[in-house]
């Protein structure tokens, strides 16, 4: 399917990639290190995945969570978004939705449109919610997404410790993903 070459809405090259799947997402990932492995960019025993739901929490600044799942970690620091503990967002926080009045974007923004966070990331709040390697909880199929899109406005929707879940076969004009390069 390539439904990710043709969104309801207009992107460029600089946007962040929606109607991606969490197989297309690890198809991709698969993709890139074999690749970068044949042209000498990354080392053996290196690779591309999607980030782990616990490395999405690092990233994105929080503490200790309580749970053992992502669905028991789900809204469990209250009060603490990307861009710190004010609500509403102020101006430049990120990509979210059109009634915040936050960006001047509708739908997806370039990435890196947004200041980066204190470890130099950008969009973990806002733009597109991403895809983790990680199961919502163990016995399902179901998969955890972080991070919140353009068309969410709610405060418990874009908590930094947020979390949506979605079947990996999936695909919508509010999700997309991340790569991180492990090992070597």
């Given amino acids: ?21 969490w197989n297309d997402a690890q198809a991709f990932c698969a993709w890139l290190t074999k690749k970068e492995l044949a042209a000498g960019k990354i080392k053996a025993g290196q690779k591309y995945r999607l980030p782990t739901d616990a ?12 749970g053992n799942t992502p669905r028991e ?10 861009w710190g503990k004010e609500w509403p967002p102020p101006v430049g926080a990120g990509n ?12 997806t923004a370039p990435v890196g449109s947004f200041a980066a966070n204190q470890f130099g990331l950008h969009d973990l709040g806002g733009n597109v919610w991403e895809w983790c390697e990680d199961k919502y909880i163990p016995t ?16 418990g929707s874009v908590l930094s410790s947020g979390r949506l879940n979605f079947t990996p076969g999936g695909r919508s004009d509010i999700i997309g993903f991340r790569c991180v390069l492990v090992g070597g």
């Avoid at 490395?55 to 309580?66: F, I, P, Q, Y």
């Avoid at 970690?73 to 990307?82: D, F, L, Q, S």
């Avoid at 399902?140 to 405060?155: Q, T």
């Fill in 1 to 21: 399917d390539e439904g990710w070459k043709k969104p309801r809405f207009k992107q460029e090259n600089t946007h962040p990639v929606v109607r991606v799947s």
């Fill in 55 to 66: 490395e999405w929490s690092v990233a994105v600044g929080l503490g200790e969570e309580k």
């Fill in 73 to 82: 970690k789900g809204m469990g620091i209250k009060g603490v978004y990307p």
């Fill in 96 to 107: 979210y939705s059109t009634r915040l009045n936050v960006d001047k974007f509708d739908y």
């Fill in 140 to 155: 399902s199929a179901l998969r955890v997404l972080r991070g919140a899109s353009w068309g969410y406005y709610v405060p």
